[in-house]
């Protein structure tokens, strides 16, 4: 019962970073490799305001935090030209000495011991049930606040943007400031998944964005292989959803006895390179019986 209700509460977490990678990955359709390092960043920053006795702070700082690093991916790519994947290792990598800078220097932060979000809000209550509602809650706003942005004038042209580009510019619309927006959002909220992740753990690591983007991918793609892809807002609940697929799908996978504890990495690789390879896997057992079909056909036509 322990390892489903924690796997639920990560995968909720997780899903508000699973909300920005839908954002650049699907929405805005740009290849963003900056979350590895905004999710640090937000957890660093998170960690940090904590130890200093202001969690709440430590939650809007990750939020910012996140929003500036995607800022200046967004910079990077429409003002000085750079290719978006450039874009994202180069932010990425400028991130790390930033979040070192933000640790003190060392590799990680204990915040046993100091006021969290989760230790203040379940004072005299039940801690993991505390846990869950806020993890639930934090992943249901988050969805309903960028269902209703995107249904908003600036959310629709963002919308369109990833579409078609060229099209918006030929509207007199920013298509600069439009990438901008959504990179420095998309960044905004996998810094403040990992703003929230700190406070969860008690713990910060400078290693903890490391494979973050690929578990966000994967995510996003199972949630649309099992609700599928007709608008944004059933997209965003695909997330949400896709999220807590996959960290039972870890759980399920480290439980079995015959996984032993330093499987971990390749069992989570081949998990992500299954959910990657899904739309292809379809595909291929689409063809094969659009061809069995048609063979099927074609003994019939003979034989009469």
């Known amino acids: 019962m322990t390892l489903l209700i924690g796997s639920l509460q990560l995968g909720l977490l997780y899903g508000v970073m699973v909300l920005g990678i839908y954002i650049s990955f699907r929405i805005l359709n740009v290849p963003d490799l900056t979350a590895e390092g905004s999710f640090t960043f937000g957890l660093a920053v998170s960690a940090l305001c904590t130890v200093s006795g202001h969690p709440f702070l430590g939650i809007l700082g990750a939020m910012a935090a996140g929003g500036l690093a995607g800022s ?108 901008i927006i959504s990179l420095a959002m998309s960044n905004g909220l996998i810094a403040l998944c990992g703003g929230l992740i700190a406070q969860y753990q008690s713990f910060a690591d400078i290693n903890s964005g490391v494979g973050i983007l690929v578990v966000g991918l994967a995510s996003v793609i199972i949630g649309e292989a099992i609700c599928g892809r007709r608008s944004v807002c059933l997209g965003l ?49 689409k063809v094969r019986r659009i061809r069995k079909a048609g063979k099927g056909g074609d003994r019939n036509g003979i034989h009469a």
């Open 72 to 179: 200046i991916t967004g910079i990077l790519q429409t003002r000085l030209k750079i290719h978006p994947v450039l874009t994202g290792i180069l932010t990425m990598s400028g991130l790390y000495s930033v979040n070192m800078l933000v640790l003190g220097g060392t590799p990680n932060l204990a915040l046993i011991g100091k006021d969290t979000l989760f230790s203040l809000a379940a004072a005299g209550m039940d801690k993991e049930l505390v846990r869950l509602g806020l993890s639930f809650l934090a992943a249901a706003l988050c969805t309903v606040l960028l269902a209703m942005f995107f249904r908003t004038r600036l959310g629709l042209c963002i919308r369109a943007t990833g579409d078609n580009a060229d099209m918006v510019r030929a509207s007199s619309i920013n298509v600069d400031r439009m990438k």
């Open 237 to 285: 609940v695909s997330a949400i959803f896709g999220s807590v697929v996959y960290r039972y799908i870890i759980a399920a996978a480290t439980r079995a006895d015959w996984f032993p504890a330093y499987m971990l990495k390749l069992v989570s690789a081949l998990i992500v390179t299954l959910a990657l390879a899904l739309p292809a896997i379809r595909e291929m057992l």
